[in-house]
């Protein structure tokens, strides 16, 4: 019996070290990434996925960080792409996935893959957000608010949806000022909903903001909207 427990404490052992080494060669990668030097974290980062040492996964997300830090974005992809197969569940490599989705336009892709992320982290209220933004863009409006609006049921104190539909009606606002040469009382019906959105979206995000920054740019938005506001 003992003999046998000796046999197999040798057979694992090595293993053991080499794994160590692996961690080892990570923590020094990690170091170079840190300081933003790509060329010197990527060969360690490939070592460690020679080593088979893939961290759920998470090594091919670094190795996309390395390769967008030194420019070779291609290559980045494909390691993504090459992630997903394997681990089509790590979070950083959907989130990174659809980053490139987006990206190229690719929005069925991308509303396919945030539902695939919604199931991992169903209260990330990001990717409501931009579930959100992609129906804007892709013209389905009230789908698109209807999900921005859900971002500050899931989390009141997450404004960038609010904004968003502020934004929306904003730039609603804008185009018809051009189209009609100006707002007044004769064409109000044309735009009056939309100066009443904007500021309602407006003032809701201003009132949960915390960040001065944010706060002031929501308050120039509604400060040019006074004038409209004053023939309402």
């Known amino acids: 019996m003992k003999k046998f427990i000796f046999t197999v404490i040798l057979a694992i052992l090595p293993l053991s070290i080499y794994a160590q080494k692996a961690d080892k060669i990570f923590k020094e990668?990690?170091?170079?990434?840190?300081n933003e030097n790509y060329t010197k974290a990527i060969p360690l980062l490939e070592k460690c996925l020679q080593k088979e040492y893939y961290l759920d996964g998470d090594i091919f997300a670094y190795l996309y960080d390395a390769y967008n830090g030194i420019g070779k974005v291609e290559t980045a992809q494909d390691f993504i792409r090459s992630g997903l197969e394997v681990f089509p569940n790590n979070?950083?490599?959907?989130?990174?996935?659809?980053?490139?989705?987006?990206?190229?336009?690719?929005?069925?892709?991308?509303?396919?893959?945030?539902?695939?992320?919604?199931?991992i982290e169903p209260k990330n209220v990001s990717l409501f957000y931009l579930k959100g933004c992609i129906y804007l863009?892709?013209?389905?409006?009230?789908?698109?608010?209807?999900?921005?609006?859900?971002?500050?049921?899931?989390?009141?104190?997450?404004?960038?949806?609010?904004?968003?539909?502020?934004?929306?009606?904003?730039?609603?606002?804008?185009?018809?000022?051009?189209?009609?040469?100006?707002?007044?009382?004769?064409?109000?019906?044309?735009?009056?909903?939309?100066?009443?959105?904007?500021?309602?979206?407006?003032?809701?995000?201003?009132?949960?903001?915390t960040q001065v920054d944010i706060k002031l740019s929501i308050a120039q938005h509604l400060c040019d909207l006074c004038p409209a506001m004053v023939c309402l």
Request: hydrophobic fraction near 40%; glycine fraction near 6%.
């Open 29 to 34: 990668a990690l170091i170079h990434l840190s």
């Open 137 to 209: 863009e892709l013209a389905e409006i009230d789908r698109g608010i209807e999900l921005l609006k859900y971002c500050s049921v899931l989390d009141p104190k997450y404004t960038s949806g609010d904004i968003q539909i502020g934004n929306y009606y904003y730039d609603q606002i804008l185009q018809k000022q051009e189209v009609l040469g100006g707002l007044d009382e004769n064409n109000m019906s044309l735009w009056g909903s939309d100066v009443r959105n904007s500021c309602l979206f407006f003032e809701k995000a201003f009132n949960n903001e």
């Open 91 to 119: 979070r950083y490599i959907v989130l990174a996935m659809l980053d490139i989705f987006v990206a190229s336009s690719d929005y069925n892709n991308a509303l396919m893959l945030i539902d695939k992320a919604i199931q």
